[in-house]
């Protein structure tokens, strides 16, 4: 009897396992798909299109208690600045684009790029997007702000590793995560592949204690070991199309800029932008694709050049500007009769913010800039502008 028993239950047991996992596969038929991008991870497929969206100059200061000091017209709700309602619309025309990833070109927060800022401003419009996101990291996230009334001490990024990286809870950042390395020796220079594209993130911040304020590309200093660490990292790239970004261009585009119109003109000053002269140097040898930079508050595109911003057409680097993320706007420099006052600037835009979406190809792009929300005090009309069109890679 006892057998009997045994096999009673057995047999029971195999009948209610059977049905429970019946009823498992009936309620787990149905797939879970819950859509861009989480169903779809990002994957090395050399045949897949990716796309990547791309903007800097982004965030407005918050008008809150941790920023009392700072002058209204500095702040979010200033009559003068994009604010939170460009910084949200920018990110709304990113998040349309359903990118593979986000470059981020830098003076992602103003006025310091202090973590409270990033959490109070930069998170709650582009928060969304952040596991996406691949930063450079610009001079307001480095530098003192001294001008317009306002007095804040610089930060040398920790705010700005503190926000993409993590940080401990007395909030001291973590010294990898997305930013890339955040140490002695590494300032958050990184490069990532899209498939047949290389990609890679520089900080031109030299101007700071956490470079030992050593602009120099050739001394063994901090920016030097970057230049290297550039050369080397394109050397074993074996992507035949590449993209390079960070903040300061080199090759200008608007009016009291502090980059070079071209590089090396007299008086035209901009430390960073000088210094970016060695990388395009390397850059320029190895056939890389495209330059992306921000700083300028302005949508810009620029010929192709080599590295003393001359026209050239069949090996040279075109350059992006595109730092409408939504913070302000600046105005592109003019000349009287109202051509470019930069002969390389084929085109620009200066009324209003917007991100740039760039669709990679196994061996070419192209590109679609449309502006999301009017400058301050603009009407529709401002948005009427477009640019779009394609290119290949020569590497």
């Avoid at 989480?38 to 903007?55: F, G, M, Q």
């Avoid at 025309?93 to 927060?109: F, I, N, R, S, W």
């Avoid at 996101?133 to 700005?160: I, L």
């Avoid at 900080?203 to 050739?218: I, K």
Wanted: charged share 15%; aromatic share 10%; net charge negative.
């Amino acid at each position: 009897m006892p057998m009997r028993t045994r096999k009673i239950t057995l047999l029971v047991g195999s009948v209610v396992a059977a049905t429970l996992l019946g009823a498992a596969a009936a309620v787990a038929a149905p797939a879970i798909d819950n859509g861009w991008p989480y169903a779809s991870p990002v994957k090395a497929d050399d045949n897949k299109t990716y796309t990547l969206a791309a903007v800097g100059d982004i965030a407005c200061e918050p008008d809150d208690d941790d920023n009392a000091g700072t002058p209204s017209t500095l702040k979010c709700g200033s009559p003068s600045l994009g604010g939170y309602t460009a910084e949200f619309a920018t990110a709304k025309q990113a998040t349309a684009m359903k990118p593979d990833a986000v470059a981020l070109l830098g003076d992602e927060q103003y006025q310091v790029g202090k973590l409270s800022d990033f959490e109070a401003s930069f998170e709650q419009a582009w928060g969304g997007l952040k596991f996406l996101e691949r930063p450079s990291p610009g001079n307001h996230e480095y530098y003192s702000y001294t001008k317009k009334g306002d007095n804040e001490t610089g930060q040398n990024g920790s705010g700005y590793f503190a926000y993409f990286n993590g940080h401990d809870q007395t909030g001291t950042p973590n010294t990898e995560g997305q930013a890339g390395d955040d140490t002695d020796a590494n300032q958050g220079w990184y490069s990532y592949n899209l498939g047949n594209w290389h990609i890679v993130s520089l900080n031109v911040e030299c101007n700071s204690a956490a470079f030992n304020n050593d602009c120099s590309t050739t001394d063994g200093g901090l920016l030097s070991q970057e230049t290297q660490w550039l050369a080397n990292d394109l050397k074993n790239s074996q992507q035949q199309c590449t993209i390079t970004y960070w903040h300061q261009p080199t090759f200008s585009a608007t009016t009291g800029s502090t980059a070079t119109v071209p590089a090396g003109a007299a008086g035209a000053g901009g430390q960073e932008g000088q210094v970016a002269d060695a990388w395009w140097k390397l850059l320029y040898a190895k056939h890389a694709t495209l330059v992306l930079n921000g700083h300028e508050h302005a949508y810009a595109r620029l010929n192709p050049m080599d590295p003393s911003g001359a026209y050239d057409p069949k090996n040279g680097i075109p350059e992006f500007i595109i730092g409408t993320g939504g913070e302000a706007l600046d105005s592109l420099a003019k000349n009287t009769d109202g051509t470019y006052a930069n002969r390389n600037v084929v085109t620009g835009y200066d009324q209003g913010f917007g991100t740039m979406k760039f669709t990679l190809k196994q061996h070419s792009y192209s590109y679609s800039y449309t502006p999301a929300l009017a400058g301050p005090g603009l009407g529709a009309a401002a948005l009427n502008y477009s640019d779009s069109g394609s290119g290949s890679c020569k590497g």
